[in-house]
């Protein structure tokens, strides 16, 4: 999984169907993963996350799958500085979450 916050633009990239098809010109189209902080994420509730996605593919993630990838990419990661949103993580209402965080954390001191 890497630094991937999401897979749909690896989808597109390999998708036999996309090889003759045209570069699309519509901004609306461009990928968002890439410009969505991990930190911001974990800090997002459901009504924020519904507001912000819902529309999008990231839709079907859920707001926990979101979340636990981000958790699992700041432990990919490694950067101190995610240590406290981690934290708060490790109290979401979500078990994957707060186990993805829990994770993230032991990967970071490893690399203290």
Not at 17 to 35: D, Q, V
Not at 40 to 62: C, K, V
Not at 84 to 98: G, I, K, Q, W
């Amino acid at each position: 999984m890497g630094d991937w916050l999401f897979g749909c633009d690896v989808c597109q990239d390999v998708c036999p169907w996309n090889r003759k098809s045209p570069a699309g010109a519509m901004s609306e189209l461009e990928p968002l993963a890439n410009c969505i902080d991990p930190v911001e994420i974990l800090a997002m509730d459901d009504a924020e996350f519904r507001r912000r996605f819902r529309h999008t593919a990231l839709w079907r993630t859920r707001r926990a799958g979101l979340a636990r990838n981000a958790a699992i990419v700041l432990g990919n990661v490694g950067d101190a500085n995610a240590l406290p949103a981690l934290r708060r993580a490790v109290d979401d209402p979500d078990a994957a979450v707060r186990e993805a965080a829990q994770w993230a954390i032991e990967q970071i001191r490893a690399r203290m």
